[in-house]
């Protein structure tokens, strides 16, 4: 079965960039359209960026711009390269199919922007 790894996150001061990636530890993803989410205020997890299988992205409007979603089904990864981080970005980042299944939700990488 699927298990989705989430890392690099971590400290950084307003304006500065982070690289996300999130790896099938097991399996591969088999699915169309992977994506990244994060909590947002009312504590559900919104969906943040997006990517399909054709190369297809969304993104959420407040990250327009900054976040860069990519994937490589090769080597079955997803990376989210975060641009000009903002304090209101700082939360904790999942990855995991569009639409989101329980059974694939990981830890998360803790993403915090600050000074």
């Known amino acids: 079965q699927l298990q989705l790894v989430q890392s690099g996150g971590g400290l950084v001061q307003p304006g500065g960039s982070l690289r996300l990636s999130c790896a099938a530890s097991t399996g591969s993803f088999e699915f169309s359209r992977m994506g990244w989410y994060r909590r947002s205020s009312g504590k559900r997890r919104e969906l943040v960026s997006s990517?399909?299988?054709?190369?297809?992205?969304y993104y959420v409007q407040s990250v327009k711009g900054r976040f860069t979603i990519t994937r490589d089904d090769d080597r079955n990864i997803i990376d989210l390269q975060m641009t000009n981080l903002k304090p209101e970005d700082t939360n904790v980042y999942y990855c995991n199919r569009v639409p989101d299944e329980d059974k694939f939700w990981g830890q998360g990488t803790q993403v915090t922007v600050s000074l």
């Open positions: 990517i399909g299988r054709d190369g297809s992205t």
